[in-house]
């Protein structure tokens, strides 16, 4: 078990409505995929297995690609040999 953060940003949209729309949809690709997620205010950070999350990414840019003309996809792994969750990293801020 690892974490992921990932980070969508548009570069082409015409306004802010139009960036966080985009960012919704691919904030709805990881709601979908069923793996625990986090929204945080710059990036959303996800919990699975190394291939789970592997295949997320392939996902939002399948996703992605024909409603975005250009983006960033910033992907950040967080490895663990014992594995690390979301819940872990966070629990002492809650």
Known sequence: ?????????????????????????????????????????????????FSQLLNLIEEIHRKMTPLCERYVLEVVFDCARNGVSIDEKIQKYR
């Open 1 to 49: 078990m690892m974490t992921c953060s990932i980070r969508f940003l548009p570069l082409k949209a015409q306004s802010k409505d139009e960036i966080y729309k985009l960012v919704d949809e691919a904030i709805n690709v990881i709601a979908s995929s069923g793996l625990k997620y986090l929204v945080g205010p710059s990036e959303t950070t996800v919990e699975g297995e």
